[in-house]
């Protein structure tokens, strides 16, 4: 069993910043994947960002070069650093460990991220 707990969601302006954080904790293996999910009104859930315990990353086309997903095997938490922000960035974001040795998938509970002026 994995828990996740969230924690830097808000509004912020059309191009500011905002950090997300997410603190794991449980029956975590050592080889896994964290990662962030988002989900506007109306949409599908869809990847962000990943990053895997050996620090291989993944991002989305729409985030690339704007969002940094990072972590702290020591510490079980995933941070993703969203700068320059867009209204389309407005979304619901969804952390997520997948466990690799037994494929069990976890969420956190979502933290709302808002872009407008």
């Known amino acids: 069993q994995v828990q996740l707990v969230e924690s830097g969601g808000g509004l912020v302006q059309p191009g500011g910043s905002l950090r997300l954080s997410c603190a794991a904790s449980?029956?975590?293996?050592?080889?896994?994947?964290m990662g962030w999910f988002r989900q506007a009104p109306g949409k599908q859930r869809e990847l962000v960002a990943t990053?895997?315990?050996?620090?291989?990353?993944n991002y989305a086309n729409a985030v690339k070069g704007r969002f940094t997903i990072t972590r702290d095997n020591a510490k079980n938490t995933v941070a993703l650093q969203m700068n320059s922000l867009k209204p389309e960035d407005t979304a619901v974001y969804y952390c997520?460990?997948?466990?690799?040795?037994?494929?069990?998938?976890?969420w956190g509970q979502g933290t709302q991220v808002t872009v407008s002026s």
């Open positions: 990053i895997s315990s050996n620090h291989i990353t």
């Open positions: 449980g029956s975590i293996y050592t080889i896994n994947i």
């Open positions: 997520n460990l997948l466990n690799r040795p037994t494929f069990d998938n976890y």
